[in-house]
């Protein structure tokens, strides 16, 4: 009677996170890709849903039966000088990575965008998250970048795993940042790049160097993902 209470109590608590998204716009379709981290966040922090966006394929891709990468964009209150904000996220999603995963590494993942923006100091905020098989989880949180410039942002999706014991359903995580026109009412660009890179037998970074690029340096036969999203201006 207890294992089914607690049952019925967690999921109110994500039909109740679901509805709150909903209320911001975002589409059942998009909900449904989401860590329940990431939807708590959205939840508390976002403003109203403005775009979505899905891994497509690179050279050497992974595959989307073993990964899913995602961008969300949403409004965000402007700066108090007046310049327009936006919220970006891009999350990742490993699927059952106990059998999937050979090398437990980090991985180099980020955003970038056109020169009209930068992002807002201290905005920035990663999360990774591990569920087992049994239902629980466990969560690494930082505020920690592996990379930072006027064209966006990076960080390090932590694979090393957390209980060597339990087995792994599902392993995920997101970045978060909030990006500034650099000049109030010039910006005219409207697109957020991602990108994701799973290291192969040595750890790798990621360089942002300059409007929507992205490259990643030290991986030894990377496996790549990408994905670009619109937003409205």
Request: charged share 25%; aromatic share 12%.
């Amino acid at each position: 009677m207890i294992m089914a209470l607690s049952f019925l109590q967690v999921s109110a608590k994500e039909n109740d996170i679901d509805d709150i998204l909903r209320n911001k716009n975002v589409p059942d379709e998009v909900i449904e890709t989401m860590p329940e981290s990431l939807k708590e966040d959205i939840a508390k922090n976002a403003g109203v849903f403005e775009s979505f966006a899905k891994g497509s394929s690179l050279t050497r891709t992974i595959p989307s039966s073993e990964m899913d990468l995602y961008i969300n964009v949403y409004s965000n209150p402007n700066g108090s000088d007046g310049k327009k904000r936006k919220l970006i996220y891009i999350y990742y999603n490993w699927k059952n990575p106990s059998s999937d995963l050979t090398w437990r590494l980090n991985d180099p993942f980020g955003v970038a965008w056109e020169d009209d923006w930068r992002p807002v100091n201290n905005s920035w905020y990663h999360v990774d998250e591990v569920r087992y098989t049994d239902g629980t989880a466990n969560f690494r949180e930082d505020s920690d970048l592996s990379e930072c410039s006027d064209w966006g942002v990076g960080w390090d999706a932590d694979l090393f795993g957390y209980n060597p014991y339990k087995t792994e359903k599902s392993m995920g995580g997101y970045g978060k940042v909030i990006m500034e026109e650099k000049n109030l009412g010039t910006a005219t660009s409207d697109v957020v790049y991602g990108k994701y890179g799973h290291s192969i037998g040595v750890s790798g970074g990621i360089n942002i160097g300059g409007p929507l690029s992205i490259s990643l340096t030290g991986i030894n036969g990377s496996c790549k993902r990408a994905c670009m999203a619109d937003f409205d201006l």
